[in-house]
């Protein structure tokens, strides 16, 4: 299997949530590390805005590039037709994503540990999504929160399909009105 498939093996998937899953604490002892001490509430803010941006940003790339724009659309279709297949993207390009689009750019205007501080919010984030989207199609928990995220998601797959973009939240839905109606969300 080509390491840019977008359908994943179990080891690869196993591999994601592993690579992420260590990048957090090596990036936490990272910053850790770099981070002058009279700026560790600077970094923790910057985390913090790291989670948000990303949040808005996993929003954003579903609701506008993978309903949106070809070829990414395509791609996501077969998700929706195969909603238990382990379709995703490869981890050396969202890595690679990661660094070129988010710490590459924040190293030009911010110090080291600002960057690396910003990232890691995103880094979060991210594996925060890629384990909330995969428990909302594989797993069988009883948390309450489990069960909203599966049912937002399972609104999504259904009949809104132009609504419920957000998978780890549904924050950036209410706030940019794409919620289904409420008798449909109970």
């Not at 791609?75 to 969202?94: D, F, L, N, Y």
Request: charged share 10%; hydrophobic share 50%.
């Amino acid at each position: 299997m080509s390491i840019l498939n977008f359908e994943h093996s179990r080891r690869a998937l196993i591999a994601d949530f592993v690579f992420y899953a260590a990048s957090i604490p090596a990036l936490l002892l990272l910053l850790w590390l770099a981070c002058p001490a009279t700026a560790r509430l600077t970094a923790l803010l910057l985390l913090v805005l790291g989670l948000l941006a990303a949040s808005a940003i996993e929003y954003g790339i579903h609701r506008y590039i993978l309903h949106g724009v070809a070829p990414f659309s395509d791609w996501h279709k077969q998700h929706h037709a195969r909603p238990q297949a382990r379709i995703g993207t490869p981890t050396v390009v969202s890595a690679l994503l990661i660094y070129l689009l988010v710490f590459c750019p924040a190293l030009m205007f911010l110090p080291f540990f600002q960057a690396l501080a910003l990232t890691l919010g995103g880094v979060i984030a991210y594996f925060v999504y890629i384990v909330t989207h995969h428990a909302t199609h594989h797993w069988h928990g009883s948390s309450r929160w489990l069960r909203t995220r599966k049912r937002w998601h399972a609104l999504h797959h259904g009949a809104y399909s132009e609504r419920c973009y957000g998978v780890s939240s549904a924050l950036w839905d209410h706030l940019l009105g794409s919620v289904p109606p409420a008798r449909v969300r109970k």
